[in-house]
């Protein structure tokens, strides 16, 4: 069964961290590419906020570069998403989505505010 657990979402100040983490299962891990996508609650559609290559690259939407990091673990079979300096306009619920499957998690909800 092909299945994607997100964790680690929850409420942080402006200037604080969070890591995601993407927990996959059921389908071969290392031949998909991973993305982190954020939908801001109540508001339609979903933005992508950074991918996670199979070779390795990585890339990110300008809103987080520098800010943001994607990496993946394929022994491990995770995803995690360092979240820097986080501002209130982060404030969204975080998908990971797996390419291979179009699989996708079941979100968690950053917020970001004093």
């Known amino acids: 069964q092909v299945q994607l657990v997100e964790s680690g979402g929850g409420w942080v100040e402006p200037g604080g961290s969070l890591m995601l983490s993407c927990a996959a299962s059921?389908?071969?891990?290392?031949?998909?590419?991973f993305r982190w996508y954020r939908q801001v609650p109540g508001k339609e559609g979903r933005e992508l906020v950074a991918?996670?290559?199979?070779?390795?690259?990585?890339n990110y939407a300008d809103a987080v570069k520098g800010r943001f990091t994607i990496s993946r673990d394929n022994a491990k079979r995770m995803v995690t998403l360092q979240m820097n300096s986080l501002k209130p306009e982060d404030t969204a619920v975080y998908y990971c989505?797996?390419?291979?499957?179009?699989?996708w998690g079941q979100g968690t909800l950053v917020a970001v505010s004093s």
């Open positions: 989505h797996a390419l291979l499957t179009n699989a």
């Open positions: 059921g389908f071969s891990f290392s031949s998909s590419d």
């Open positions: 991918t996670a290559f199979t070779g390795g690259p990585t």
